[in-house]
């Protein structure tokens, strides 16, 4: 397995925001759901080495994410929710940059790789801060694979993005999801249908499902997916 997770929280303050989560995933795109502050970026944050977990374990690729960071970033690729990015860069720079940290061995061509892998090619001599939301999540996404890692995490790539650019991208994630292991958080269930082999939902830091699209359907008696999120998220629902 590429990921494994076991009896993962995370407390702030006082509060739980992961309680206690284990799963695992391997190679395909596994669909990360929730409600707003269910936990999802709170666990993607835990796997990428960006916050310590309060209890529990986390490996990447065999590596435990606490104890072994150097190991599990070098295996890594991670697009945060605001999906940062330095504006006054110019894209093949910014590469440049990124390939830099990570010792990347013939970057210019790895480089010019990535570029056309993500479509970046018409755009890849603008500044970051001149290109439109959905080139800025290219980017961010070129970043994310440069150092072609084995997992990926996205934390919602299409939030935002007109639809043109949203089926680029979700073709991309499908493509990379062949020989990658990749989590991808999404509100938008369509999108989940595109492209995820499997699902999770979180709902308060607890995993209320786990299994492939077609189980999860069968299981809630519904051929919605977002009848099925509904369902075992809000408790309102049927009150
Ligand atoms: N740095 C922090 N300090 C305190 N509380 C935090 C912090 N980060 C997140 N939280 C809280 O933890 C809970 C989980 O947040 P998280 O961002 O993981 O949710 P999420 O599922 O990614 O939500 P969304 O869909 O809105 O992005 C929320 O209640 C949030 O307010």
Request: glycine share 10%.
């Amino acid at each position: 397995m590429s990921i494994r997770v076991s009896a993962l929280t995370k407390v702030y303050g006082g509060q739980k925001a992961v309680d206690g989560i284990s799963f695992s995933a391997d190679k395909g795109v596994l669909g990360f759901l929730g409600p707003n502050g269910a936990g999802k970026s709170t666990t993607m944050k835990i796997l990428t080495g960006f916050i310590p977990q309060t209890s529990g374990t986390a490996e990447v690729c065999g590596f435990d994410v606490a104890k072994q960071s150097l190991e599990v970033r070098r295996h890594i690729g991670y697009l945060p929710e605001n999906n940062p990015l330095y504006l006054d860069m110019y894209v093949k720079e910014s590469l440049g940059f990124i390939a830099g940290i990570h010792k990347i061995a013939s970057p210019q061509k790895r480089i010019d790789e990535v570029i056309e892998q993500t479509g970046l090619r018409v755009e890849r001599h603008k500044k970051i801060g001149q290109l439109s939301k959905g080139y800025r999540q290219r980017v961010g996404l070129a970043q994310a694979i440069l150092h072609n890692p084995d997992v990926l995490i996205l934390d919602e790539p299409t939030t935002g993005l007109d639809p043109n650019q949203l089926i680029g991208i979700r073709q991309l994630i499908t493509e990379l999801g062949k020989s990658k292991t990749i989590i991808l958080s999404t509100h938008i269930m369509q999108e989940v249908e595109a492209v995820c082999n499997k699902v999770i939902i979180i709902n308060k830091g607890k995993i209320v499902a786990d299994d492939n699209l077609q189980a999860l359907k069968q299981k809630n008696g519904t051929s919605s997916l977002e009848d099925v999120f509904i369902k075992l998220t809000n408790e309102n629902f049927y009150s």
